[in-house]
């Protein structure tokens, strides 16, 4: 299959990050309320990366907002704070405990984008702990607090937040259509960083639905903003999913030469998360070329980087995605107990959608494996868990939208596959 991406644009090692630039400048003097503004104002993947600098900043503008008597650059110390804790220490608790600090001191000085932040922050917490109704709550409440302010830059981003929430539960049309929103929006207030968040996410999903070309060319229109934003993680997932994409389209060494980049880029700044997303997509891609030492090679350290990461999700996401990958490579028992783990962890997170997921994964490797009646009683499994995943709907019954794993797992031997719409926070 034919896909043309000539219009992406290339970037070597390193790229400028602009929040780098911005949390530097912070350590430094600036203005009280200009710090604390900056602060919450910075993303995740900076936080991870450099939770040592984020903490001791959190730590300097509460001091100095205390002296100064600021509630609001003190509610700004103690979001940047929980964001640290949670990134860095996974303390959901103290974290908790700040964040509803902070929102609390926000919401009484009327200041509406520090609402905003705070609970689009304290959503990703609660997504990542796979504590799907809270999460939506705090997303659906900060949406409800920014549309009092059109021009709020968090309102494209809370759409999107939104729209990872509606994929995780399987609720495809209304993601599209939330995803379209926050695009319109993020074009109006000409946010151009939330647009290329939307953008890479709608490439994502278009990919995971077989419509190639559209993906590359949304992933290509998100990878040029990044670019001239200078934001460089988002530049490089980008890459990430163009390789799946030539990957898809049977071009694997360009694939490949994709992926690689996109893995040294997450090893330079030591993010874990990245890295075992990018390791496992290169097991998928050996696994295809029949180089099964090499995928097995990927399997694990795909493993062990989500392990690092620490949070129980991904860890699961990453088993459901190398179970196959194993069991296309002949490791059964390997493939069996990489499922049975991601399942153990679906259960403790009481993700019903992805019990079912596992059970069915679980399922098509016993029939690779040839043992067919254990096989049977694990896909009747799936179909059981499939409808209660409803309660998390709301009351929608989800048998319209049967369980599938993760995207990106190689072709079993008898043709069958299922992909899942890929998801990140």
């Known amino acids: ?13 390193p ?4 929040y780098d630039q911005l949390l530097d400048s912070l350590r430094r003097t600036f203005p009280l309320l200009d710090r604390a503004k900056g602060a919450i104002a910075l993303p995740s993947h900076v936080i991870e990366s450099r939770s040592n600098d984020v903490a001791t900043l959190a730590a300097d503008l509460i001091a100095d907002a205390e002296r100064e008597g600021n509630r609001q650059a003190i509610a700004s110390g103690r979001l940047l704070l929980a964001a640290v804790l949670w990134r860095r220490e996974r303390d959901s608790a103290r974290a908790t405990a700040l964040f509803a600090d902070a929102l609390e001191t926000f919401e009484e000085e ?3 984008a520090g609402m905003a932040r705070t609970l689009l922050a304290s959503g990703v917490m609660y997504f990542e702990l796979a504590d799907i109704r809270r999460a939506l709550d705090q997303f659906q409440f900060g949406l409800h607090v920014s ?17 990872l929430v509606q994929n995780r539960l399987g609720e495809f049309r209304e993601r599209d259509q939330t995803l379209v929103l926050g695009m319109h929006v993020a074009r109006q207030q000409n946010n151009r960083s939330a647009l290329l968040r939307l953008l890479f996410d709608a490439g994502q999903y278009d990919a995971s639905s077989g419509r190639l070309q559209s993906a590359l060319e949304r992933l290509v229109e998100s990878a040029s903003i990044a670019r001239q934003e200078q934001e460089d993680l988002w530049y490089y997932r980008a890459v990430k999913v163009i390789g799946e994409v030539h990957a898809e389209a049977g071009s694997h060494l360009k694939a490949m030469e994709y992926l690689n980049d996109y893995l040294a880029y997450a090893v330079a700044r030591g993010l874990d998360n990245d890295q075992s997303f990018a390791l496992a997509s290169l097991a998928v891609v050996h696994a295809r070329m029949g180089e099964h030492p090499l995928a097995l090679h990927y399997c694990q350290r795909a ?8 949070s129980p999700l991904p860890e699961a996401n990453i088993l459901m995605t190398l179970a196959p990958v194993l069991a296309q490579l002949g490791e059964y028992d390997a493939a069996l107990e990489a499922i049975t783990t991601a399942a153990r962890i679906a259960s ?6 992805r019990i079912a997921s596992c059970h069915q994964i679980r399922g098509l490797i016993l029939c690779n494996a040839g043992r067919y009646p254990e096989a049977i009683p694990a896909l009747r499994d799936a179909l059981r868990w499939a409808p209660s995943n409803a309660e998390q709907r709301g009351g929608h019954d989800c048998r319209a939208c049967p369980p599938r794993p993760c995207a990106g797992a190689p072709r079993f031997r008898n043709g ?6 890929p998801e990140r926070t």
Request: aromatic share 6%.
């Open 303 to 310: 493993r062990a980087a989500a392990r690092r990461f620490g």
């Open 348 to 353: 403790a997170i009481s993700s019903a959608i």
């Open 1 to 13: 299959m034919m896909i043309s991406d000539n219009r992406f644009p290339q970037q070597s090692l």
């Open 110 to 112: 009327g200041n509406v």
């Open 15 to 18: 790229v400028p990050d602009r």
């Open 147 to 163: 549309t009092t302010a059109p021009s709020s830059p968090y309102l494209p981003e809370l759409l999107r937040s939104i729209s």
């Open 416 to 421: 069958a596959r299922s992909r899942t719409p």
